[in-house]
Each structure stands twice: as C-alpha cells, then as structure tokens.
C-alpha cells in the first residue's frame, strides 16, 4: 500500500526564519510530487510541484527531491505569519495507463510565531 | 479563469438519506478526480474521470457511492444510503491533462455530515 509520511507538528518557527517541512513516501515508481498548503476550512492550494531529484526554487519557496532516498521537502525562507497552514505533501505514481490519482500525507501544521 | 467549485458547501443529513455533491472542474479541464478526508486521516483518492469515462474507481469504499459525469463537464457524486462513517470532507479537482506533470486544482470541499 502507498504511503505517504509527514510529522504532524505542530512545527512553530519564528517569523522570518527558514520553515523547514519533510515527507518520505513508499512508492519508489512515484514520478512526481506536490506540495499544497491548506488553511483550516479551505481548499488544498498547490504550491509547489517537482518531478526531478534536486531543488526547484519558486520565490520564498523551495522543494527538494531525493528518489533515492523517498523524501521530498518544503522549505520556507523569511517565514511569515500568513505561512501558517497546514502543509500537505502528494505524491502521484502515474506510469503511463495506471492509477492517476494522489496518495497525501496527514499534514504539517505550520505556525509561525510573529 | 474560474477555479473549480463545490456545491454544497455544508450538508447535515440523517443516516440512510441520499446526498448528491457536485463539482463543476476548470474549464477545459478533461480530468476530473473526487477525493475524501475523514476527521483524523488523510485526503483519500476516491476516482478519477476523463471527460466522461470513469478512469479509475479503485478508491471508492463501497457500492453505496455512485459517481457520474454526464457529457464530460460536471460531475455528481451521490452517496446512497449515507452511513455515520461517510462523514467528512469531500473534494473535487480537476486537470489539464493526465499523467505526472499535470497538476491538479482542488475545489473548496464540501462537509457531509451524516447524523
């Protein structure tokens, strides 16, 4: 069965410091990876997607991706209080006919402390 | 461009009532997917439509879940007859195309709650 594993947190960071989110998952066919962010009582927000191993950079976001290693993870630099979400990483093992649909983790809850 | 969208926002009905949720995707958008978070777990893939065509079904939890998408734009996911365990929070998201570098949009859920 896949799986998909993050620390449910709460992670609290200081405004304006590096938020640092993680996920390992089980599937080593997984091709490509997503991070959603979800305030309480919203819909999922794609934030980021990487598909190759290394670091994709998008403004105060980047995600990294090890196959190798099965983790992938968000990092948040000049963290601020509107970071405060919970953190919702995905992973979609679509190899060309089979299954499309994502397996997510649990979540971090992310609260940056001003 | 209109994100995708949900209705209704909040449903509160009794155990062995029929509900039916609808998700209007992206326009343009072919693929359509349902997926459920119950209180305590994680987003849960139901089933995934292209155009019209139910593409993938593996997640949906038992025969009292029926979905439907007539003529490849909205889609309605009727729950007959709703069980206290079918209470959560369903989503819809839809994308451009499908494989691995299409990325889905999700819509803003609606709250079942089956009493």
């Known amino acids: 069965q896949k799986e998909v594993e993050q620390n449910s947190g709460p992670l609290s960071v200081p405004e304006g410091a590096i938020a640092s989110l993680n996920c390992t998952y089980s599937?080593?066919?997984?091709?490509?990876f997503f991070w959603y962010r979800q305030y309480s009582g919203k819909s999922p927000e794609l934030i980021m997607s990487?598909?190759?191993?290394g670091d994709k950079e998008d403004g105060r976001f980047t995600a990294q991706l090890n196959k190798a290693s099965q983790y992938v993870s968000l990092l948040i630099r000049d963290s601020q209080p509107s970071d405060s979400a919970t953190y919702l990483c995905?992973?979609?093992?679509?190899?060309?006919?089979?299954?499309?649909?994502?397996?997510f983790g649990k979540g971090t809850h992310l609260i940056i402390q001003p | 461009e209109a994100g995708v969208t949900q209705f209704p926002s909040h449903s509160v009905i009794e155990k062995g009532q029929t509900v039916t949720l609808r998700c209007d995707p992206i326009?343009?958008?072919?693929?359509l997917y349902w997926y459920r978070r119950v209180m305590g777990k994680e987003i849960k893939f139901l089933l995934h439509?292209?155009?019209?065509?139910?593409?993938?079904e593996s997640g949906m939890p038992n025969n009292r879940f029926l979905a439907e998408r007539t003529g490849g734009t909205y889609s309605t996911l009727k729950v007959q007859p709703a069980e206290l365990e079918d209470s959560g929070v369903y989503f819809c998201?839809?994308?451009?195309?499908?494989?691995?570098?299409?990325?889905?949009?999700f819509g803003p859920g609606t709250r079942l709650t089956v009493t």
């Open positions: 998201a839809s994308s451009q195309g499908r494989g691995f570098r299409y990325e889905q949009y």
């Open positions: 599937d080593r066919g997984s091709q490509s």
């Open positions: 990487i598909y190759s191993n």
């Open positions: 995905a992973v979609n093992a679509y190899s060309g006919g089979g299954a499309d649909g994502l397996t």
């Open positions: 326009s343009g958008h072919d693929n």
């Open positions: 439509f292209v155009k019209e065509s139910k593409q993938d």
